[in-house]
């Protein structure tokens, strides 16, 4: 296993117990990759993390993932063994295979009507990440706002009810990343706690969950990734401890 460090082109293939146990291929700055890890975090799934440098991708990745893309999740135990990717098909798989702490609801109306606000989060992403790249802020607090008023709704401390469910992870990576984007944009930024209440709760709520702190990540790390990658010599390494 990487130990944390991504495996770049040369990294021979990584020593991996045969234990049956999940292999999640991933990428530690990767907001669709925390997804998964929320998930199977959530669930309390034993898995094994494989990091990937996604600029230098090793040589084997290819022979595991064709489309050489992370998230991708190694299903050890089936023949093949099947690899899959895209974040929320992983999630659902992971949700449907392992009943224990159900985070999709189980009424078929409502695992539907939450599937489309996770869909309807999409269009939040872009926002964000024009956002982030110095356009305009209010589209994205307009995209927000869709998920104020759902959670004042269903006046719950979560989306998934007393306590987190899907909807809750699939957007967490982008609202944890609130303070990178306060990073940014400087004086520029203006989240308003009186235009999102519910939402401000909830963002602290969410830095206490156990997923969540497995997984969190500073804002000025992240930020340091970024600028590495901007200059061109992404350091995907940040978080290693050299011993």
């Known amino acids: 296993m990487s130990n944390g460090r991504h495996l770049a082109k040369g990294s021979p293939t990584p020593d991996v117990p045969e234990d049956g146990i999940l292999r999640l291929y991933s990428m530690r700055f990767c907001p669709f990759a925390q ?5 199977l975090d959530a669930k309390q799934i034993p898995y094994h993390s494989i990091y990937i440098n996604l600029t230098e991708k090793p040589e084997w990745l290819l022979d595991k993932n064709p489309q050489g893309k992370v998230p991708a999740l190694e299903i050890v135990r089936e023949p093949g063994p099947p690899v899959l990717t895209e974040s929320l098909l992983i ?3 992971l949700d449907e295979q392992y009943p224990l ?3 999709y609801p189980r009424d078929p109306l409502k695992k539907v009507q939450e599937k489309l606000l996770i869909e309807r989060f999409g269009a939040v992403l872009g926002a964000f990440f024009r956002a982030s790249d110095g356009g305009e802020l209010e589209p994205f607090w307009s995209g927000l ?3 104020e008023r759902e959670l004042s709704r269903r006046g719950t401390e979560f989306f998934g009810g007393e306590q987190t469910g899907i909807l809750d992870y699939m957007i967490w990576p982008w609202c944890e990343r609130l303070e990178l984007l306060k990073l940014q944009r400087g004086e520029e930024y203006n989240y308003d706690e009186q235009r999102f209440p519910r939402l401000t709760l909830w963002l602290e709520r969410m830095k206490r969950d156990q997923a969540v702190m497995a997984f969190y990540m500073e804002a000025e790390v992240q930020a340091e990734f970024l600028r590495t990658r901007s200059a061109g010599q992404p350091n995907y390494n940040l978080l290693v401890k050299e011993a």
């Open 35 to 39: 997804r998964v890890h929320l998930v």
């Open 91 to 93: 999630c659902e798989y």
């Open 101 to 103: 702490r159900p985070l």
């Open 145 to 147: 706002d869709t998920y």
